[in-house]
């Protein structure tokens, strides 16, 4: 685990010519690692965008709108929840629960926390990430 | 009751302390602006300051809270903004000075006035990476207590003390010490649970991030309690700010011998490290943990063997939550007595329960177990924040029911709740106004189970996908009477063919909306709100 996390955070996703070479390192079968590699959410077997806002969809959250604010961003993006914008500049995927409960919604942008959201405060953080061309 | 000791802040550097929190939630709604905007505004003025990053008190609706050191003691403000600085240091808030944010002293706001802080004695007060600190509010008292009395009186005070595992299942944390501690190996171990996965639950976070060293004690407790040289604490990739507090907490415990050999000068040895999942809920589950923490896929082990003789790489381990293990301390320090005192029935001590989601009041509120939820809900937490009545609330996350106003007399206490289908489980409390639709709600439960499943039970993996659609021509207003009792039967199937709490519980909040609830579903066509 402590590999697979080392080489998300380095190239964005888990690359599928990782899988042979940590067999191989691991003393572990090419489907074993596909296996563990699959199981956890976290990994992701394709690029993301270059910020990636993780937004909760747990209980709390939904309490205080969560879901219709989430559901005007995916659709005012056209994106799926796990979906990239066409310029490449952001994936919204969906977590559940960042322990920021009592400040629901919350979501995550780059590690950076955001919570007390509003249509107001989602449309900044989401409009200044799309606008923010270096890499986090 | 017992008097709780009262607890400061140690040390008296240059300069009037201002303490501005570094948790999470804190940060999520400005905390660092707010500590860049005081710095700027004390060079500008030339005011000797120092500020000071805590963990938070757990009063979220008034973060970021800030706390100015005056002679009268500490004096709170918030909500702070960054934009509301100048104003601040103009009222004279260094010396204490009124302005519409000021709280006044924390110690005095209802809020915690109601509370008995046992576990969270100093989170929000102490600089959490100083272990001057640490030690000058009680900390290391517990070990040393512990390495006085040896691992066969330290395990028996755990039991005396009537700690239950506040992971969930609320199993006697001294039995299950004693089993490990009993068995014969050439290596145990010691496992956190801080895989605090459960919506509406945030207290493992706020110790990783407010209180580390408290863990790191605990930790070295059960250690030597059991005979366990070696501990991992298990987090989550969704906590990364606290992976970083408590991961810069075990190095400088390393650089002070408070970890290794030769703890506190005696012969004890403890190494410890952190780990951190991928984003699968399921790894909550302990033997599911152990798989992961070994490298595999997180799949629940069959039971037996129990963990605690054949654990992780089929040695003796302790499995404990993150609460469970941060309690230990006090409970050495102060005595396994002084913690049973409080509670009530076979709920010894405290809970930190946790009040979220659209509640006026969300926060940590630590009380002994005997409240009533009503009294939780409305009183401490103020009833909802929309301001709108409160309509349910779901105890202990997403495998617990959800709880209608009417059922408010329930004391909040293993017993009582379990004998209302309910669960304490984590300590979390959701609240929901009126404008939730509890099939909806019932949808989610499902829909996460099948999302989370480890895939090793049908009912679990198959009964939750079907349970979603079932909901879904229920919210569509198709064959309603046939499709809630359909409901019921898998949640049945479910409940008694399920291998863990995941596909066995998944049902307890689909079924209590359904029973509380039963005008959300006996609807007429209505446009689907599920997606
Ligand atoms: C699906 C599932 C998720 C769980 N998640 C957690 C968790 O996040 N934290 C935790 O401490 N226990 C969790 N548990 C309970 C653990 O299996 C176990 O009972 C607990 O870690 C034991 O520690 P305790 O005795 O101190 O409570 C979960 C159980 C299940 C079935
Ligand atoms: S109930 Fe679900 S999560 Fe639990 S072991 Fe079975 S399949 Fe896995
Ligand atoms: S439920 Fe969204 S942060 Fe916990």
Redesign the pocket.
């Known amino acids: 685990m402590p590999i697979l996390h080392a080489l998300q955070e380095t190239f964005g996703h888990v690359p599928q010519q990782a899988v042979p070479l940590l067999a191989e390192a691991l003393n572990l079968s090419r489907a074993d690692v596909h296996g563990i590699v699959s199981f956890y959410h976290d990994f992701r077997d394709a690029p993301a965008g270059r910020h990636v806002m993780k937004l909760c969809r747990a209980e709390a959250c939904q309490s205080m709108g969560g879901h219709a604010l989430a559901e005007r961003l995916l659709h005012r993006l056209g994106l799926d929840w796990g979906g990239t914008t066409g310029d490449g500049q952001l994936t919204i995927e969906p977590v559940y629960c960042l322990g920021l409960c009592a400040c629901a919604p919350a979501a995550l942008i780059d590690g950076r926390p955001l919570g007390r959201l509003d249509q107001e405060r989602l449309d900044a953080a989401v409009n200044e990430a799309r606008n923010d061309w270096s890499r986090p | 009751m017992n008097a709780v000791p009262p607890i400061s802040a140690a040390s008296t550097p240059s300069g009037i302390r201002i303490f501005v929190p570094r948790d999470v939630a804190a940060l999520a709604v400005g905390a660092d602006e707010v500590a860049g905007a005081i710095t700027a505004q004390a060079a500008a003025l030339g005011a000797a300051i120092t500020i000071v990053r805590t963990g938070s008190r757990g009063l979220f609706w008034l973060e970021p809270m800030v706390e100015v050191e005056t002679a009268e003691g500490r004096v709170a403000y918030g909500p702070v903004q960054a934009r509301d600085v100048p104003a601040l240091f103009a009222a004279g808030w260094l010396t204490g000075g009124s302005h519409p944010l000021r709280i006044g002293r924390p110690e005095d706001h209802p809020f915690l006035v109601r509370q008995t802080r046992l576990t969270f004695a100093r989170c929000g007060i102490v600089d959490p990476l100083s272990v001057d600190d640490y030690k000058a509010a009680g900390g290391y008292r517990g070990l040393a207590k512990a390495i006085e009395i040896g691992g066969a009186a330290t395990v028996e005070a755990v039991t005396k003390s009537g700690l239950?595992?506040?992971?969930?299942?609320?199993?006697p944390?001294g039995i299950?010490w004693k089993t490990v501690r009993d068995a014969v190996s050439d290596q145990k171990y010691i496992v956190c649970?801080?895989?605090?996965?459960?919506s509406g639950t945030f207290a493992?976070r706020m110790i990783l991030e407010g209180d580390p060293f408290c863990l790191i004690e605990g930790m070295t407790i059960a250690g030597l309690a059991v005979g366990a040289t070696r501990g991992y604490i298990y987090s989550r990739s969704e906590y990364p700010h606290a992976n970083a507090t408590m991961r810069a907490a075990l190095d400088i415990a390393r650089a002070a011998g408070l970890l290794g050999r030769n703890i506190l000068g005696s012969d004890l040895e403890f190494h410890l490290e952190l780990r951190v999942g991928a984003g699968a809920?399921?790894?909550?589950?302990?033997?599911?943990?152990l798989e992961s923490l070994e490298g595999k896929r997180g799949v629940?082990r069959a039971k037996p063997p129990l963990p605690a003789l054949k654990g992780l790489f089929g040695r003796p381990t302790v499995?404990?939550?993150?609460?469970?293990?941060a309690t230990i301390p006090v409970i050495l320090d102060l005595g396994a007595q002084y913690y049973a005192d409080f509670g009530m029935g076979r709920s010894r001590g405290t809970m930190p329960i946790q009040l979220a989601g659209n509640v006026l009041h969300g926060g940590l509120f630590e009380t002994a177990f005997g409240m009533t939820l009503g009294e939780i809900v409305m009183e401490v937490g103020g009833g909802t924040a929309s301001r709108r009545p409160v309509r349910a609330v779901q105890a202990g996350?997403p495998?617990g029911a959800y709880l209608p106003p009417s059922q408010f007399d329930t004391p909040y206490d293993y017993e009582a709740f379990a004998a209302r289908d309910a669960l304490i489980g984590?300590g979390g409390l959701v609240v929901f106004d009126d404008t939730v639709d509890m099939a909806h709600m019932a949808r989610f439960a499902m829909e996460f189970c099948a999302e989370?499943s480890c895939g090793k039970c049908t009912p679990c993996r198959i009964g939750s996908t079907r349970g979603a659609e079932v909901v879904d021509r229920i919210l569509a207003g198709r064959d309603v009477a046939a499709n809630i009792e359909l409901l019921e039967d898998l949640c049945n199937t479910m409940k008694f063919g399920s291998l863990?709490?995941?596909g066995?519980?998944t049902p307890y909040p689909v079924l209590s909306a359904i029973r509380h609830f039963p005008e959300d579903f006996h609807r007429g066509r209505l446009p689907a709100a599920a997606e």
């Open positions: 239950r595992g506040r992971g969930g299942a609320g199993f944390t299950k649970n801080a895989d605090e996965g459960d493992d809920y399921v790894c909550g589950e302990e033997t599911a943990l629940v499995v404990n939550n993150l609460l469970s293990l996350g495998l984590h989370e863990c709490a995941l066995g519980f």
